[in-house]
């Protein structure tokens, strides 16, 4: 269906401001697996002046250099992301690692998700995701799916593209 002369769905930009400001991010962010992607894009919010306040990965190491370059909390517990951060990026390796960060018992995300919103960009199965996104819905947060368009370069760089999946909250 057409609308003055334009295909339905389609947004008019020729009304919008030529620079227009760009948007100040103020949710509190945690990162959860901080390899080649997640350490760089973590850098990149931190360099965007985007709050990361919180960061965690199984290898303490990691977690405990990038903690210190980027000023936040190393969380020693998942539990601990979801209470220093309104949105969680989850960056892991599978469908077990996404499984485990989002377990329905012991150290989990899903520990005081109520209000938190969940973006996952791992690798992880279109069924899980599902499973995941029920779980999170189910203790009061929202689950969204991000695709991935790019390697670790972009993510430095901050040109990634990322494809969002999921319900508005």
């Known amino acids: ?13 020729s009304a919008a401001p030529q620079n227009p400001q760009p948007q100040r991010f103020e949710r509190k962010v945690g990162i959860v697996g901080l390899g080649r992607m997640g350490s760089k894009i973590a850098q990149h919010l931190f360099d965007m002046h985007v709050p990361v306040s919180v960061v965690y990965d199984k290898n303490e190491k990691i977690s405990h250099q990038l903690a210190n370059e980027l000023r936040c909390l190393r969380a020693q517990k998942l539990a601990e992301v979801t209470a220093n951060a309104e949105v969680v990026l989850t960056l892991v390796t599978d469908d077990e690692a996404v499984d485990a960060v989002f377990a ?7 520990l005081g998700a109520n209000g938190g919103i969940f973006v996952d960009c791992s690798t992880a199965s279109p069924k899980l995701h599902l499973d995941v996104e029920s779980r999170v819905a189910h203790h009061g947060g929202h689950f969204i799916e991000g695709s991935i368009l ?11 593209s990322i494809i969002l999946g999921g319900e508005k909250p």
């Open 1 to 13: 269906k057409e609308a003055a002369g334009k295909p339905e769905g389609l947004l008019d930009l």
């Open 104 to 110: 329905q018992s012991g150290d989990s995300l899903l």
């Open 150 to 160: 790019g390697s670790p370069p972009q993510a430095h760089d901050g040109s990634l």
